[in-house]
């Protein structure tokens, strides 16, 4: 059972809001005292995702919220976009594999980085990525 | 009874400016700190000037008149040069709808007969400043927005320094995000400063920088590519302890460039292939 505690959204139109973003995440992230390590993977993997919807979807909307499960606190992340969709996820998951010009390790390094990590996608329609980081995950 | 409105205005004209002058000083906000008394009447009475003497009575219907381009023009002027005295908004919209109270003030005073004419001028001049006002807006923030564009520009040349450490060596701190924009500047003035200092190593400092992701990743790499391309080796230093598991974790291979944890090391290991060495100097003993 999860239980959000706080809840906060933040529009991502431009790259000069991943910075801003970042920050607002790491506040979060401060604020119900999780190490540094895992400020800095969620941070980077937050900061993967953003990047990932303001190339491919030219933006999008993200959701910051503080959960808690049992003892544990967290952030969970969710990243919607209207962009062009994903066809196969699978291949996108995959390490190495760009359909831009891109290293090719954005997602599976995001999903690495974090304690949870679903995406949906609609061809045409959008992309949904939500991501939690544990405190002491 | 048909009263020529631009040509009572016209005649108007001074008790108009008298009356705008009286409100524009009596607002509690008025800051006669950035601009005299004397040259606010100046500019006053420019923009009177400009809006009576186009003023007429078929154009005051239409606020997107043609007409109007040179009072816009004086405008606009003024609410740029107002953005970079450090005005507020406020202030600025205050100055423009100030005179509208003037225009409708004289006008209550003048039109007394006809109240049917009275509302409709009203109506009309009220429209027609309201137009004015949102020009004023418009510019005013062009003027903020040209004075930020201008500090970034600013910011983007002064975050990059390449440092002359050492003979052959340079360093080059990066503090902030690197995103494309940034990297080029980097690379360019890292690649500027290989050639005319004709160093062999060069430290890249990322201690300043807040997360190292893909992105960020992939200009380190293509910088460290083209300063090897230059004949220099790159070393990539400040590399703390979260970003280094992030690192590993994230699936990127920094495994070909040489990274070290701190400045110093890196300038350790630049002296090493540079076969420098650093020796504490013996004081000779002074009763010998």
């Known amino acids: 059972m999860k239980i959000v505690l706080n809840k906060d959204t933040m529009k991502i139109e431009k790259e000069q809001d991943v910075v801003p973003f970042r920050n607002r995440v790491k506040e979060y992230a401060v604020k119900i005292g999780m190490s540094l390590v895992n400020q800095t993977k969620l941070i980077t993997a937050a900061s993967e995702l953003v990047r990932n919807m303001l190339k491919y979807a030219n933006g999008g909307v993200v959701l910051i919220e503080v959960i808690s499960q049992g003892r544990d606190n967290g952030i969970r992340l969710t990243f919607q976009d209207k962009g062009p969709g994903i066809g196969d996820i699978a291949l996108a998951m995959k390490d190495g594999y760009s359909s831009g010009k891109s290293l090719g390790i954005g997602l599976p390094g995001a999903k690495r980085l974090v304690n949870e990590f679903d995406i949906k996608s609609i061809v045409g329609e959008g992309t949904t990525v939500t991501i939690i980081k544990w405190k002491n995950g | 009874m048909k009263t020529d409105i631009s040509k009572l205005l016209q005649k108007k004209r001074k008790q108009i400016l008298e009356t705008w002058m009286t409100i524009q000083l009596s607002d509690e906000s008025l800051r006669d700190n950035l601009m005299s008394n004397e040259d606010l009447q100046e500019q006053s009475n420019e923009l009177l000037d400009e809006l009576l003497g186009t003023l007429n009575d078929k154009n005051i219907k239409d606020s997107g008149s043609a007409d109007f381009d040179r009072v816009r023009e004086v405008l606009s002027g003024i609410s740029i040069s107002r953005a970079r005295q450090g005005y507020t908004p406020r202030d600025t919209g205050f100055y423009v709808f100030s005179l509208k109270d003037a225009l409708l003030q004289t006008l209550q005073q003048e039109i007394k007969d006809d109240p049917e004419f009275l509302f409709q001028t009203s109506v009309y001049l009220n429209k027609l400043m309201d137009a004015f006002g949102i020009t004023t807006f418009e510019t005013f923030i062009q003027g903020r927005e040209d004075v930020i564009l201008r500090q970034t520009s600013e910011i983007a040349e002064i975050s990059t320094p390449v440092i002359r450490v050492w003979d052959g060596i340079l360093a080059l701190p990066i503090i902030g995000t690197l995103d494309s924009a940034r990297t080029q500047v980097v690379m360019e003035n890292?690649?500027?400063?290989?050639?005319?200092?004709?160093?062999?190593?060069a430290i890249l400092d990322i201690s300043g920088v807040p997360a190292v992701d893909s992105l960020v990743a992939q200009h380190l790499i293509k910088t460290v590519s083209a300063t090897k391309l230059m004949g220099a080796e790159c070393i990539i230093s400040g590399i703390r302890p979260e970003i280094a598991q992030t690192v590993v974790h994230l699936g990127i291979d920094?495994?070909?460039?040489?990274?070290?944890?701190?400045?110093?090391?890196?300038?350790r290991y630049a002296f090493n292939v540079m076969r420098l060495e650093i020796k504490k100097i013996q004081k000779e003993k002074a009763d010998n």
């Open chain 2, 190 to 201: 890292l690649l500027q400063e290989i050639v005319e200092s004709g160093s062999t190593i």
């Open chain 2, 254 to 267: 920094l495994s070909h460039v040489v990274t070290k944890a701190t400045m110093a090391s890196a300038l």
